[in-house]
């Protein structure tokens, strides 16, 4: 490839961009303001701010170049295809985003009298019903704002439950060693200690570990189902039943919640509690991290202990409970946020479920687990698969393909964007080495799977067969290359400073 | 189904592929007692016309806050938000993409993210500030927590001007911490005595400039007597907007600033999702939860961004993280930085004027309903009115309702366990209030009081 310098240091559509820091013309602004007219005195308390803030000032035609040219530097879904596993990347309908811009619904606040969002109000309880239908489950605690705090909800519940009936030496908590980082600190921050579960060589919760450590000291499990290898826990019942005899509960981690709507229903299972990530199964953005939300379905012991605030039906209509003696019978634990609950990503989510339909919805989780099973078996004999099929939503490989050949998960993986795709979840669950898992989703054609399919199987053949200084060296075509993580680590830079950042 | 993009020729032929028979059969490992042969018993999938009907019906039976005289904050302001902010922020390379752990196909994020943490740090007057949590009252959880980790102390005082859902969240966050929570009576007035509260076994102490009830104060002496003894003074910020106009936290001392950034770039959205900011002093960084975005250099040796410092972040340290935070509030922060941009230094000034010029007028205009006072001694663009001693101002407010006026919320929603708080009552003015609305909610009090 002829390597192509230019005098700007752009390269075509790769535009080079300053930070916003670096930008600007004090005087400039990119909104108008009206003057703020004449007061007798201010009503500041003497509190008026002395020095200048230093922010840049840009014209509004200047602010939006930054960010378009920012946003040209990011692979999105709707940009390609992206396999990350564990994180659902499936296509986000632009529908939602239309209905969470309904004046009617974007413009309201939370403490408006009550009669005045009765539409709002009824958005939380028509998705609360949706959830609770697809579940089975009796309750639902609507306002954990996401994943990890929809877990922290759930345990928090069970505390409760266990204070309430004079079990609180329940502290030990059992997590299997291919969990989501988020369950053990989870767990820690409920003041529990973590006890962690091996798994098989099938890539499942030993459940003759997990009984042994059964006990009366044992406040929960904490299982993943379908787990993070991409398998449904198909002793997941007998789990369950075992967990219950020791008077502990079943938390499930719902994040693969997503293979199953429609075709299982987890109260079921035996399922205690389990959040629901609206913004991976319900198909709301994840917007470059975030916000989520992380409902958490509750069975009938533990559903006095949600949290403030709920909807309850009323005589006058939906009321909202925001102080516990307004709701005869309920103990909540406490409170995990400000205000109602993600209500913008509720709105997003009550969209695409509407849209979907009960059919639409078995319809999604069957296509999902579809595509990821025929990725597996598409690339099981160039990839090496880590358990047998067939798998649920994602399907989990891991580095023996590449022994002796220099080519790390990493490097595989990098070279996967210069070919246009997003990489998949790598060196995750730990369970396995050098772990490459990968969660196609139902919205990829079978047209875009068998392009990667032909991609994939040609690197592998590639990594083989040629110097893994290639693989080292990619990606070539990106805005940047390989980042030095080590440096950033080692002196971290974690904000502008004026003439401290120069551009390299 | 629009979303699905499989005809039923592409199922066959992948199910041939995979050698299955059927789709049910890949769902074999589900124990059959649990597998469901129908759809579960709820409504079928709807048009995109049909679904906008639905929602369109349910927004019809709220009152906007664009429909009606409106003064409400407590927490959560209404500003105006300029066309560009949620033009740009629906760009799909910034909607639809993950968590930046690619650093190269991410650089627009991290960038973002780089200089929103920035923004915040000049804000608040601190030297580092992560890249989001989920909103205010959850950053001043995990503030407290952090607090008691980096002093090695149990003892966590919120002052009464703390915001009643910040004060039950560190309540509930701290539950089972082994620490010990002392939560002051609300503090309409400003006269908590907090001085001699703190002592060697606080970790920290909690307040809120501009408070709850609206007053501002010079935390210096605050800060000095945390110092004193080692503890952490963490400030709240419910609204940024001020941070225009009055002197920032950093400035007086604090340690750890917390604070809700929904006022820039986001609009209402009935109080979800929020912006949690968060920022303390370079000495405590790895004791921070929560994200952080680093400037490096990639092989080229050109600058570049990447996540950092991630050995305190669950995926790595599991039950050892200084959170368990992950998702968290990317795009919001993209909102308010986007909303930042635009402003400057000028704008923001200008905005911040204009709100509290906004808010003295409103005090000025209510010196005409009769028996009403406003008891904040200082304020920013929110103060606490007392309506009359035998007035409820929740009663008040439902009157203001019924005439179309969304006139402050009363602090009895708040705190019901207070009868002393049932004549207060909370308004806050902004840049979109107009001349009519302040005389609309003066007349209307006149003829409900």
Redesign the interface.
């Known amino acids: 490839m002829v390597e192509i310098t230019t005098f700007s240091g752009n390269r075509g559509l790769h535009l080079e961009?300053p930070?916003?820091?670096e930008q600007?013309c004090?005087?400039?602004?990119?909104?108008d303001?009206?003057?703020?007219?004449p007061?007798?005195e201010?009503?500041?308390?003497?509190?008026?701010?002395?020095?200048?803030?230093?922010?840049?000032?840009?014209s509004?035609p200047q602010?939006?170049r930054?960010?378009?040219r920012?946003?040209?530097?990011?692979?999105?879904?709707?940009?390609g295809f992206?396999p990350?596993g564990s994180?659902t990347?499936?296509?986000?309908?632009r529908?939602s985003?239309?209905?969470?811009?309904?004046?009617?619904?974007?413009?309201?606040?939370?403490?408006?009298?009550k009669?005045?969002?009765?539409?709002?109000l009824?958005?939380i309880d028509l998705l609360a019903h949706?959830l609770k239908?697809?579940t089975g489950m009796p309750a639902v605690a609507m306002s954990p704002?996401?994943?990890?705090?929809g877990?922290?909800c759930g345990l928090?519940a069970i505390?409760a439950y266990h204070d309430d009936h004079g079990e609180s030496h329940r502290t030990r908590v059992l997590v299997p060693e291919s969990a989501?980082?988020?369950n053990?600190?989870?767990?820690?921050?409920?003041?529990?200690t973590?006890d962690p579960v091996p798994a098989t060589d099938r890539g499942r919760v030993d459940v003759a570990a997990l009984k042994a450590k059964l006990g009366p000291d044992v406040a929960c499990i904490m299982v993943t189902n379908p787990n993070t290898c991409g398998?449904?826990e198909?002793e997941?019942?007998e789990i369950a039943r075992a967990t219950h005899e020791a008077g502990a509960f079943f938390y499930c981690d719902g994040a693969n919640y997503n293979a199953?709507v429609?075709?299982?229903?987890v109260a079921?299972?035996g399922v205690d509690a389990m959040h629901i990530?609206l913004?991976k199964t319900f198909?709301t953005?994840?917007?470059?991290?975030?916000?989520?939300?992380g409902p958490t379905v509750l069975s009938e012991k533990l559903a006095a202990y949600a949290?403030?605030p709920f909807v309850v039906h009323g005589a006058n209509g939906l009321e909202l409970v925001?102080?516990a003696?307004q709701a005869p019978g309920a103990k909540p634990?406490?409170?995990?946020?400000?205000?109602?609950?993600?209500?913008?990503?509720f709105?997003r989510a009550l969209?695409y479920i509407?849209?979907?339909?009960?059919?639409?919805?078995?319809?999604?989780s069957?296509?999902a687990?579809?595509?990821a099973?025929?990725l597996?078996?598409?690339l099981k004999d160039v990839l090496s698969a880590s358990f047998d099929?067939?798998c649920m939503h994602e399907c989990l490989f891991d580095d023996r393909f590449l022994k002796d050949t220099g080519v790390t998960t990493l490097d595989f993986?990098?070279m996967l964007?210069d070919e246009g795709f997003?990489?998949m979840t790598m060196y995750?669950p730990l369970v396995v080495h050098g772990a490459l898992l990968m969660e196609p989703t139902?919205?990829?054609?079978?047209e875009t799977l068998d392009g990667f399919i032909k991609v994939v199987r040609a690197l592998a053949a590639k990594a083989k067969n040629s110097d893994a200084d290639d693989f080292k060296?990619a990606?070539r075509l990106?805005?940047?290359?390989?980042?030095?993580?080590t440096?950033?680590?080692r002196q971290?830079?974690?904000?502008?400073k004026h003439g401290a950042?120069?551009?390299? | 189904m629009r979303y699905l993009p499989h005809t039923d020729a592409d199922r066959r032929a992948m199910l041939a592929a995979i050698g299955a028979k059927d789709v049910d059969s890949l769902f074999k490992d589900v124990p059959a007692a649990a597998r469901l042969d129908q759809p579960v018993d709820l409504p079928a999938g709807l048009s995109e016309m049909a679904v906008e009907r639905a929602f369109t019906r349910m927004a019809g039976q709220n009152l906007s806050a664009g429909c009606a005289p409106f003064f409400i904050g407590a927490g959560i302001y209404r500003h105006h938000v300029p066309a560009t902010v949620d033009q740009l922020l629906t760009r799909g390379e910034f909607l639809t993409s993950y968590t930046p752990y690619q650093p190269e196909v991410s650089q627009g994020t991290l960038q973002y993210l780089f200089e929103f943490q920035t923004q915040v740090c000049l804000l608040t007057g601190m030297e580092v500030a992560n890249a989001s949590m989920y909103d205010g009252a959850t950053a001043c959880a995990e503030a407290a927590v952090m607090a008691a980790r980096v002093t090695r102390k149990k003892k966590i005082i919120l002052s009464g001007s703390l915001h009643p859902h910040y004060v039950e969240t560190t309540e509930t966050v701290t539950k089972h911490l082994g620490l010990e929570v002392e939560s002051l009576s609300p503090d309409p007035f400003g006269l908590e005595d907090l001085m001699g509260r703190v002592d060697s076994q606080t970790a920290c102490l909690v307040v809120q400039n501009p408070g709850f009830f609206g007053g501002i104060r010079d935390l210096t002496q605050l800060a000095d007597a945390c110092h004193e003894v080692g503890a952490l003074l963490v400030v709240a910020v419910a609204e940024p907007v001020s941070l225009g106009l009055i002197t920032p936290p950093g400035a007086m001392g604090a340690d750890i600033v917390v604070g809700e950034g929904q006022s820039l770039g986001m609009g209402l959205q009935f109080g979800g999702p929020g912006l949690g900011l968060f920022a303390t002093r370079d000495k405590y960084v790895r004791q921070m939860p929560g994200r952080l975005c680093g400037q490096t250099v990639d092989q080229d040796g050109k600058r570049g961004f990447v996540l950092t410092l991630s050995t305190r972040e669950q995926h790595i340290r599991r039950e050892k993280a200084t959170s368990n935070i992950c998702t968290n509030s990317g795009l919001c922060a993209l909102a308010f930085t986007m909303h930042l941009s635009l402003l400057g230094e000028t704008g923001l000034t200008r905005l911040a004027k204009l709100n509290h010029a906004q808010a003295v007028r409103l005090e000025q205009a209510l010196r005409q309903v009769k028996g009403a006072k406003v008891i904040s001694q200082s304020y920013f663009n929110e103060f606490s009115l007392y309506l009359g001693d035998d007035v409820d101002a929740a009663d008040v407010v439902e009157k203001l309702a019924a005439k179309g006026i969304l006139g402050g919320v009363a602090a009895s929603r708040f705190y019901p366990h207070w009868p002393e708080l049932r004549p207060v009552l909370l308004l806050a003015a902004t840049e979109t209030n107009t001349q009519d609305d302040m005389e609309a909610l003066v007349s209307a009090l006149n003829e409900v009081l």
């Open positions: 961009e930070l916003i820091f600007g004090p005087g400039r602004v990119g909104t303001i009206d003057d703020a007219g007061i007798d201010d009503r500041l308390g003497g509190l008026a701010r002395k020095d200048a803030i230093g922010l840049p000032d840009l509004e602010v939006v930054h960010y378009t920012l946003s040209q530097k990011n692979y999105g879904i709707d940009s992206y990350l994180c990347m499936k296509h986000n309908p529908l985003e239309k209905m969470a811009r309904l004046p009617g619904l974007a413009d309201l606040h939370p403490f408006q009298p009669s005045t969002v009765q539409g709002a009824s958005v949706w239908g697809l704002a996401a994943g990890a705090h877990e922290w928090m505390r989501h980082g988020t053990p600190a989870t767990a820690a921050m409920c003041g529990y973590v398998l449904f198909d997941i019942i199953i429609g075709r299982v229903k079921d299972l990530n913004h198909s953005p994840h917007g470059g991290g975030g916000p989520g939300a949290p403030l925001e102080h003696e634990f406490g409170r995990v946020k400000g205000y109602h609950g993600q209500f913008g990503v709105v969209a509407l849209s979907m339909g009960s059919d639409g919805l078995r319809q999604a069957s296509d687990v579809l595509n099973n025929y597996l078996a598409s099929g067939p993986a990098k964007i997003h990489p995750f139902e919205t990829e054609s079978k060296a990606p990106t805005p940047r290359r390989r980042l030095d993580e440096l950033a680590a971290p830079v974690l904000r502008w950042n120069a551009e390299g």
